[in-house]
C-alpha cells in the first residue's frame, strides 16, 4: 500500500516536499515514481527512484528544479523542489515498481504495480 502527502495549497517560488510511503511487507529492489496530472491533461512522469542505488530519474522538463530521495529504512521517497511554478499544479501520484526501473522505462505507467491515491498541489500565482 502507498501513501502519499504533502500536497496543498503553495505559492509562486513556495517550496514543496512530497513523500511516498510503502506500507507492508517490501522486497527489494523496488522503484518509487511519481506521476502528476494537471487539469486538463493526461498524466505525465515526475521522477522515480531505486532502492537498490539510488539512482533517479527526472523528466527532462523538470530536471534541476526537483529532487528525488529515498529513505530505505523507512521505505519512503521524497519529491522536493525549493521553486514551484503555477504550472506544477497538479494531482501527483506515486506508483511502486517491484522490480526497479532504469532510464526511460520509468517513464512508463504500466512499468508500476502499484499507485497511491495522489495528492493534490494547487500553486497560486
Known amino acids: 500500500q502507498l501513501q502519499a502527502s504533502g500536497g496543498g495549497l503553495v505559492q509562486t517560488g513556495d517550496s514543496l516536499r512530497l513523500s511516498c510511503t510503502v506500507s507492508g511487507r517490501v522486497s527489494t529492489p523496488y522503484a518509487l515514481g511519481w506521476f502528476r496530472r494537471a487539469p486538463g491533461k493526461e498524466r505525465e512522469f515526475v521522477s522515480a527512484?531505486?532502492?537498490?542505488?539510488?539512482?533517479?530519474v527526472y523528466r527532462d522538463s523538470i530536471e534541476g528544479r526537483f529532487t528525488i530521495s529515498i529513505d530505505k529504512s523507512k521505505n519512503t521517497a521524497l519529491l522536493r523542489t525549493n521553486r514551484v511554478n503555477p504550472a506544477d499544479t497538479a494531482v501527483y501520484y506515486c506508483?511502486?515498481?517491484?522490480?526497479?526501473?532504469?532510464?526511460?522505462?520509468?517513464?512508463?505507467?504500466?512499468?508500476?504495480?502499484?499507485w497511491g491515491k495522489g495528492t493534490q498541489v494547487t500553486v497560486s500565482s
Open positions: 506508483a511502486l515498481d517491484w522490480h526497479g526501473c532504469s532510464g526511460y522505462d520509468c517513464w512508463v505507467e504500466s512499468e508500476y504495480d502499484n
Open positions: 527512484i531505486n532502492s537498490r542505488d539510488g539512482r533517479a
